[in-house]
């Protein structure tokens, strides 16, 4: 659903069936956490080959993931879909 919305065009997003469908959205993610399922954080975050799948390399912090392409999930502690990311490949400078 977070792609579709992401995609909407801006003269449908005024619709108050779209406020609907937000809504669902929300309530099936509380029910989906209340069973154990969680997203895994990958914005700004060390990569973790456990949690995160580099699917190729970008200007940024060497080590780092510097963009989500896909979200990744949890259930409980194990993981079931590992994140897309990309993942930053400049050496850090000392001054």
Known sequence: MERAFTSLPGEL???TWVDGIK???RKLWANLEAQGLSQIKAQ???F??????AVRYGK???GVVIEELQKGYK???RVIRP???VV???EEKED
């Open 83 to 85: 994140a897309m990311v």
């Open 75 to 77: 259930l409980y502690d």
């Open 88 to 90: 930053g490949d400049e």
């Open 44 to 46: 700004g975050e060390p």
């Open 13 to 15: 997003a005024k619709f």
């Open 23 to 25: 809504l669902i959205e």
């Open 60 to 62: 940024g912090r060497g």
């Open 48 to 53: 973790d080959p456990n949690l995160h799948e």
